[in-house]
């Protein structure tokens, strides 16, 4: 089990480097939680100070009811990293998470304090709309099977049936999230965007990938890795690797 500093509900700390010259917020996937970057935070510290966000509805939040808006979750997500630390902040978001992040950074740039990079991770640019069906609003087994497509989930966890009742209402929340999610046509970063993908990815193809940098006027680039959805799972270390080159680390 992994034990973390609690900055308000909406961070979590797994290993606090306050005199880092830099900060690190990552965003979960959908029907994930802090801990899923558990792994990161060990890796960068003390480089970097990882905060991890903690959505409603899971883990030490399970009482409260999810978000249903991507928009409301970069909001509060915001103001919980906008206090006192005026040092300079960087995101990371994987999958709903690049979202949730890309919207972050927008609200970061409007009250002026743009991030020193959006680093995007398994998710299509939002410019690049597919049409599919509207999972939240569908069975539990589809939303089940779409989540068991795309990897990443120990496969036990479908197997148990009092665990799937207990973690769907989160992920139904992420979905509706996800899926109601439009983008604003006129919004454009000016930070620079670090894109990372998995060649085999079923829900990310690589041009749709590639199509970030319609969204910032700043440099971008594409790093294709090989795997799936949740290739970072296998690829931890060239992850890190892109991070800290990035981040000067």
């Known amino acids: 089990m992994t034990s973390a500093v609690n900055s308000g509900p909406w961070v979590r700390r797994y290993r606090p480097a306050p005199e880092a010259a830099v900060r690190l917020l990552c965003l979960p996937h959908a029907g994930g939680s802090a801990s899923a970057y558990h792994p990161l935070a060990l890796a960068l510290a003390p480089a970097a100070d990882v905060l991890a966000a903690q ?14 808006s991507v928009r409301e979750l970069a909001e509060r997500i915001v103001e919980a990293v906008t ?9 990371f978001g994987h999958s709903m998470g690049a979202v949730v992040a890309y919207e972050a950074a ?4 409007a009250a002026g304090r743009t991030p020193v990079r959006l680093f995007v991770s398994g998710r299509r640019a939002p410019s690049a709309v597919r049409v599919g069906p509207e999972l939240h609003r569908g069975s539990d087994a589809e939303l089940l099977r779409a989540v068991r497509r795309l990897g990443g989930t120990d496969g036990q966890v479908f197997e148990d049936e009092e665990l799937v009742q207990l973690v769907l209402p989160a992920l139904r ?8 999610y439009s983008p604003r046509p006129d919004d454009r970063l000016t930070c620079p965007v670090t ?8 829900v990310t193809p690589v ?12 440099p971008t680039e594409l790093c294709v890795f090989p795997g799936g959805h949740f290739y970072l799972n296998d690829r931890p270390r060239e992850v890190v690797d892109v ?5 000067g680390l």
């Open 173 to 180: 929340g992420d979905y509706k999230a996800l899926e109601t």
């Open 83 to 91: 206090g006192d630390d005026d040092r300079p902040l960087a995101l």
């Open 243 to 247: 991070v800290r080159r990035h981040l």
């Open 55 to 68: 959505y409603p509805g899971r883990q030490d939040r399970f009482a409260e009811p999810p978000s249903e």
């Open 106 to 109: 927008l609200a970061l740039e």
């Open 195 to 202: 894109v990372l993908t998995g060649d085999a990815d079923p």
């Open 207 to 218: 041009a749709d990938a590639r199509a970030w940098s319609e969204h910032t006027d700043g």
